[in-house]
Antibody, heavy 123, light 109 residues
Framework: EVQLLESGGGLVQPGGSLRLSCAAS????????MSWVRQAPGKGLEWVSA????????YYADSVKGRFTISRDNSKNTLYLQMNSLRAEDTAVYYC????????????????WGQGTLVTVSS | DIQMTQSPSSLSASVGDRVTITCRAS??????LAWYQQKPGKVPKLLIY???TLQSGVPSRFSGSGSGTDFTLTISSLQPEDVATYYC???????????FGPGTKVDIK
């Protein structure tokens, strides 16, 4: 059974940093791209970042480019999102999601999602 | 960047009605289009990918069609458990990000 478990959310001041983690199990982690998607309170889904299975290709939304860094440790079956220079508008539930397509590229829909971790940016 | 729009933003229909939601891309995206269902307080669920391929376990009353810039999600016979917000998403990395549409909220009349 595929499981994705996010952690690392919490309250942080504007300008601060936070690192999210997503522990994966139930599938060959290194063979699938992974993504982070966020949802601000009462708002729609916003894609944040994606990474290929090997970690060699990464993609970012314009809203987080230069501030967020996606990475993965395939030996630990864990996905990360390092978030720096946080702003109030980054407040959201952050989901990690698994790409449906097997292979070392990013280009599929997301077939499994974690339960999410809440990040609140406020002074 | 390619923008995604959806219409309507919300709808209310009766049980058994046929419901159609439209998603439009500002540029052609071939069939790199997915539909997700998010029930209140729940995690998004993949319904359809590659514009028309039904994800395993999804009821057959859901269907998708379209290619290029115009796509539709159809619920052939609306059920009470279909109350949710539906999002389309383009997922072709070659054309930039993996943008979601703004969502369509579906309620029972």
């Amino acid at each position: 059974e595929v499981q994705l478990l996010e952690s690392g959310g919490g309250l942080v001041q504007p300008g601060g940093s936070l690192r999210l983690s997503c522990a994966a199990s139930g599938f060959t982690f290194s063979s699938y791209a992974m993504s982070w998607v966020r949802q601000a309170p009462g708002k729609g889904l916003e894609w944040v970042s994606a990474i290929s299975g090997s970690g060699g290709s990464t993609y970012y939304a314009d809203s987080v480019k230069g501030r967020f860094t996606i990475s993965r440790d395939n030996s630990k079956n864990t996905l990360y999102l390092q978030m720096n220079s946080l702003r109030a508008e980054d407040t959201a539930v952050y989901y990690c999601a698994k790409d449906i397509t097997y292979g070392d590229y990013v280009g599929g829909a997301d077939d499994y999602w974690g339960q999410g971790t809440l990040v609140t940016v406020s002074s | 960047d390619i923008q995604m729009t959806q219409s309507p933003s919300s709808l209310s229909a009766s049980v058994g009605d046929r419901v159609t939601i439209t998603c439009r891309a500002s540029q052609g995206i071939s069939n790199y289009l997915a539909w997700y269902q998010q029930k209140p307080g729940k995690v998004p669920k993949l319904l359809i990918y590659a514009a028309s391929t039904l994800q395993s376990g999804v009821p057959s009353r859901f269907s998708g069609s379209g290619s290029g810039t115009d796509f539709t999600l159809t619920i052939s016979s609306l059920q009470p458990e279909d109350v949710a917000t539906y999002y389309c998403q383009k997922y072709n990395s070659a054309s930039g990000g993996f943008t979601f549409g703004p969502g369509t909220k579906v309620d029972i009349k």
